[in-house]
């Protein structure tokens, strides 16, 4: 690659690195390949077009795979290609080697990328790797050639993708009406262009790179009904700016989802722009080399990601969410999405110092300052290479959180050879650390959520089981408190009658709290220590329920009324009692509510003057007497009273009104309004 002998290179590498990095053999691989690739700035490499590089590529992560292979393996082997279509790029080399390659792939999304070209495979062979250059390279000769021929109106702005198919039409849904047409995504747009009876209609543009907008999976269909699940909503959150597109597909939902990866990134790329870049208007982007191109990178990587989701798509190698396909979609919902933000900002914007400037620093109590400021400050953020990313630029609220302080912190240790910001031999570029921890994270939380999904039961009388199991330990819990009231074990209701009237007279009620949560603490410890030795075996932990027996349809459907009819009757039980309390409150029984007020008059009074300790020990004696000879007839007596005075409460009457719709309250408020008018008249004729 680099026109140089083998030795030669070996020679420059050793005499560059320190002994650790060059006794590593993938450390010499990288560094003749990011050498190389260090030369080019486009924004897709010129050499993908040329098949020996694609194959040395290949070979290239190959050899990082497996550095210690025969020394002439892969240079005896290269021209013959049918010696590499056993071989598999695996994860590790792809994730290190391919986002050195202009254009295809991304530090945040590689992984993924990955996981959609491998699919089931252990790694990636020769011929796939080859196909995925090839529609990529399609895919950015279609767009010119449309941007050239087809579409000259659009010159201030890039063609990324048309949806125009007889086959698979785009519609779209318009007060209830389908009005079928053409969709075309630029870098800052969305075009519909409606076809009528007498041909093509004026195009329809809806700004891209405006605050607030939103882009959703939609339901659409006649008459207002969600018939079709197939359709896309992007909205600015005015209801008359709301564009329902449906991008019909009869192979599945596959369709729309990509086209709305392809919008939602446009999206997100004009927002990451906003928030992380400076203004456009701020002269101090001319104070730092190469920060007025900031702009255009981070749009250009937007519009290489969804270029390779469209090479993803026209592969059928996607994942069931693309937008995890595109990086700035992707990141604004990732776990540590935002320091891999800042990181990519520092990496557009960032750039060598070339001026110092005078800063206007806020006038405070003892009146205005101005001091000359170099940018040189440990307040800005600087890359590995030494580019500056100012602190003023610094306007999102992510920099100021805890994660990301802690990255900064430890940013400034550098490993390896830095050949610049984004190719680091022997070490990690600061995107590559960022998005590293981001996919850790990303991971814990779909294990989570995995385990989460596979707790999910389905089914009203399974969910009732899960419930019961769930409660089974306070439920036993309960079962024993009622043994102790009972006096089924004597022994056992005097001890804990003993144990509670100690703390009662000895004051030691506060202490009740903090010992039950030092007591669960100490319990989840040593649960833990026993999981870790392995002595609770792997079940220990596991909910197990019973299935239900299979059903058809009818017993389902009579399953669902009873369970209905249930529910309708313990609302009305609840709402009967609810009426009861509110006519007691409101006096709609005035012997009953004055009745209820004497007895809360009393409590209130005896609450004042009874210490509280007496109250508990009396209460406590009577939870425990209740089931004994000598008082359960009088406590029968007394809840037989009780009930009798609580069914005697009238509930509080209500009124049900009838329904009125929109069009009678307007008719109504007409007809009053003319009688309104018809009695003034009459009131005047009378004068």
Known sequence: MNGLTGQKVQKIFKALVPEPVYNDARNLVEYCCFRFLSRDNSDIHPCLKEPAFQRLIFITMLAWQNPYSGENEYRENFPDTAFFQGKLVGKEAFVRITPAISGLADRATVHNLFEALAGDEQGISLSLWLTYIDELLKVHGGRNSCQIREYPQFSTERILCIASSRKRPVIKWENNMAWPGKVTLTDTALYFEAVGLLGPKDAMRFDLTRYGLRVEKAKVGPLGSDLFDSAVSVSSGLESETWLLEFVDLGGELRRDVWQAFISEVIASHKFIREYGPRESDPSIFHVYGAHKGKERAVISAINSIARLQALQFMRKLLDDPIKLVQFSYLQNAPYGDVVCQTLAVSYWGGPLVTKFTETVEPSVEGAKHTDQIYESSNHRFDIDGSVYLQKWMRSPSWASSASIVFWKNSSTKDGVILSKNLVVGGVTLVERAAATCKEKSQAVEKTQATIDAAVVKGIPSNIDLFKE????LSITVKNFEKLKRWEEPP?????????YSIIFRNMLSYVFPMLLMVLAAGMLTVKGLKEQGRLGRSFGRVTIRDQPPSNTIQKIIAVKDAMRDVENYLQNLNITLLKIRTIFLSGQPQITT???????????????????YILAFLLFDLFTRELEFRREMVKRFITILKERWDTIPAAPVIVLPFESEESKATDERGETAEQAIKKKLDQRQE
């Open 470 to 473: 769930l409660l089974l330990p």
């Open 595 to 613: 009745e209820v007020a004497l007895v809360l008059l009393s409590s209130a009074t005896i609450l004042l003057i009874v210490p509280f300790k």
């Open 492 to 500: 056992l209701t005097v001890s804990f009658l003993v144990f509670a």
